[in-house]
C-alpha cells in the first residue's frame, strides 16, 4: 500500500469515527485532524473529497471508485508540489506506527 493509499484509508476511518463522535486517542486523534486539515487545504474543492466525506457518514471504507478519485487528485497534488508531499509523507510516517492499515 502506497503513502497515499494509507492516507486516503486513515482519512476515510477519521471522517467516519469524527461523525460518530468516536475520537481515536488524544495523541492519535491530534495527527489524524492534521491529516485531514492538511489533505483539506490542498483539495478543498475537489469533488473526489467531496464524494469521499459523503460516504464517510454511512461507511469508514469507501467505495472503490471514490477511494481510486482520491487517491489520483492526492497522486497529482503530490506530483505537482513537492512541498505537500513532504508534508503528507511525514504525517503518514508519524501515523504509520499507532494506525492499523486500512482496508483494500
Known amino acids: 500500500m502506497t503513502m497515499v493509499e494509507l492516507a486516503v484509508g486513515w482519512l476515510a476511518s477519521h471522517l467516519w469515527s469524527r461523525g460518530r463522535a468516536e475520537p481515536a486517542e488524544p495523541g492519535v486523534e491530534e495527527q489524524l485532524r492534521g491529516l485531514a486539515g492538511l ?52 504525517t503518514v510516517q508519524r501515523l504509520g506506527p499507532v494506525m492499523p492499515r486500512p482496508a483494500d
Open 39 to 90: 489533505v483539506h487545504a490542498k483539495l478543498d474543492d475537489d469533488p473526489a473529497l467531496r464524494s469521499l466525506e459523503l460516504e464517510a457518514v454511512e461507511s469508514p471504507t469507501p467505495s472503490a471508485g471514490t477511494r481510486r478519485r482520491v487517491v489520483r487528485a492526492l497522486e497529482d497534488a503530490v506530483w505537482t508540489d513537492p512541498h505537500f508531499g513532504e508534508a503528507l509523507a511525514a
